[in-house]
């Protein structure tokens, strides 16, 4: 087989970020309509003749529309590093999808069988519609203007997309963390329109510890002054301290205890001994994290981080649908279902996956659960793509 | 039994912190000595005419010498917050010593029996020679010019405080967390004056998960700007943004995920919905850390956090005296040593204890660990008072 220089094996290839605008207001859940919405997004495989061969993939936090192959405009970047897995990035290029390890020919959402199709989520800041936009009422920044989103509202803007690339069905949406939420938001909010979902080391609403978490992340960016109050567009200044300890906030919650010991122990960063300094990093941990904060800020904005941070906090499917009862909310639900989880990530236990997996077949419903037993922590949905391959393929084939 | 106003059974009453000035300078770890060094101390219970009744309690991160009691200069404050134990302090009233559910007569650390100290360690804002000190040589406070210190110098300061007070051994050391490193780096560096060691939820080196949390809080205290460099004294403002922020990641620390959990849950803070806002607290458990940073930037020094933080985490007693060998440091050890962990705490977990415990045992030296089953973190050492109390007892009448 000849494989030409810029696809290898099992890729997509070189893909281009495309954009398209949405030709009416999207409604948001907090009373508000958002126009213009313009969507970044990718596509990957072949649009079957039946238009039934769809999977909606969703992107977490800090990831965008890139999910597979090479950037065409790849300039040294990756988003690669969307989940704290970046010490990946030397091995697997620049401009790598945030998750190429499970799209592509052959691989778990398989492009020589199923038409992949990846979007910028609303409130992003890599193409879709979001707080560093333009608001057509000042011809500034949105800024401190920008709406609150929900999940909820992430799926409305997916949907009113997909209505335009003349797409009713899902054959699948699927995600992890963020993502698995939507997935979850899809299959409760539209149950007619989607075959399956496969919600990835996500829960069913975020456990306190977790808000907390978030809540710190947020603090940060909003006590930093350089944020000021959300309208830092024009003014010279980004809020990159505060973002920087968000980052470091989210990446040590994304990897477990066990796999920070691995990686560093408590490893000295110069010669053998302390230099007696607390300004410094003396320890490769601690410069680690630095180094984490510094090449995320020159990719993200802050906005957005908050954006995103406060819709996956607020995600509660039992509070939105279920009246406090997840299986109520869950009634509706006529997808498959297939819940992954790792046993350590502490970020989005495995418990969260267990008790949707009871609801649902509590109810009668199809749904099946794995759980992978591997030490990297929440991070694994990004690293484990080797065992969720043959779990999410089997899944999708008995469809 | 009458019961003055301002004693309660167990108490030792009201108490007054004193202050002692060293007659020489301290030589610390980093090659400087310091001069004038003041040591704010508190005693409980009677020295014994043969000086063989003292027990020294020692502070962890956030504590200071008021250690049991009521203070007499209180005015509505109260130290007990120090380890995010805050929810107690209205039941325990105001004033009231960090560990005085341990310290006093008929308790854990009896008073009728032993003579009880308790110093606001070097570096620190409550009382002793710390970075807001004026230094001497400048008129000025420290602020950025004060030594970066370690346990080692904590102990070393401790020991010419006592040499002044005429006491050369001690019954005992005790401390929770910090101060369990302080009775660890007792009875290694100074064994021939230490009969036993208590050392409760701590450990002989943190773990590279718990370096990232303590280099994420002193992160967010460096990149405020009002932190200037470390030399805010005068300034007229103070990096309360960035310790608010230090205080809430601690703060998560030390409580577990089950005990947020059943402490706060999912519960919105106002009516019953979300109110679409990011930059307020819309959950109970947000709202509670944002209160947290508030009450702590009140009566906490940041340059005495990051010394703190950054003295926790040098220590590392394989790596200071057993050339990266915990057995080897331990060897000089005489002192009994009793080991007390709670399983929830995951910032200092058992594993850390049942080292030491495992080295002193192939060493033949007396040790004891309990592991008590509590279900709230590493909080538990200042929480599970009944439970600590009668293992300490008899551990200090074995001696």
Known sequence: MVTPSTITPGSVGTVVTRYL??????????????????????TYGTLSPARDNVILVCHALSGDAHAAGFAAEAAGASTRD???????????????????????????????????????????????TGPSSTDPATGRPYGSDFPVLTVADLVRTQRAFLDELGIERLAAVAGGSLGGMQALEWAVSHPDQVDSIV???????????????????????????????????????????????ARMVGHVTYLSGPALHDKFGRRLQFADDIRYTISEPEFEVESYLRHQADSFVRRFDANTYLTMSRALT????????????????LEPVTARTLLVTFTSDWLYPPVASEEIDAALRV??????????????GHDCFLLEEERQTPIVRRFLAGG
Chains 1, 2 share one sequence.
């Not at 009416?24 to 970044?40: E, I, W």
């Not at 069913?204 to 940060?220: K, V, Y």
């Not at 109810?363 to 990297?376: N, Q, S």
């Open 21 to 42: 605008d949405l030709p009416a207001p999207v409604p948001l859940d907090c009373g508000r309509d958002l126009s213009p919405v313009r969507v970044a997004y990718e």
């Open 82 to 128: 969307g989940f704290g897995a970046e010490d990946r990035d030397g091995a697997a290029g620049a401009g790598l999808g945030w998750w190429d390890g499970m799209i592509g020919p052959g691989k778990a959402f398989d492009t020589d069988r199923f038409f992949v199709v990846s979007t910028n989520l609303l409130g992003g800041c890599r193409g879709t």
């Open 199 to 245: 919600v990835i080391a996500s829960t069913h609403a975020l456990h306190p510890q977790g808000m907390a978490w978030n809540a710190i992340a947020r603090e940060s960016i909003l006590r930093d002054p350089a944020w000021a109050g959300g309208d830092y567009y024009g003014t010279g200044r980004t809020p990159d301290a505060g973002m920087g300890v």
């Open 314 to 329: 607020y995600f509660d499917l039992a509070r939105q649908y279920g009246d406090g009862s997840l299986a109520r909310a």
């Open 363 to 376: 109810l009668g419903k199809p749904t099946e659960l794995h759980v992978i037993d591997a030490p990297y």
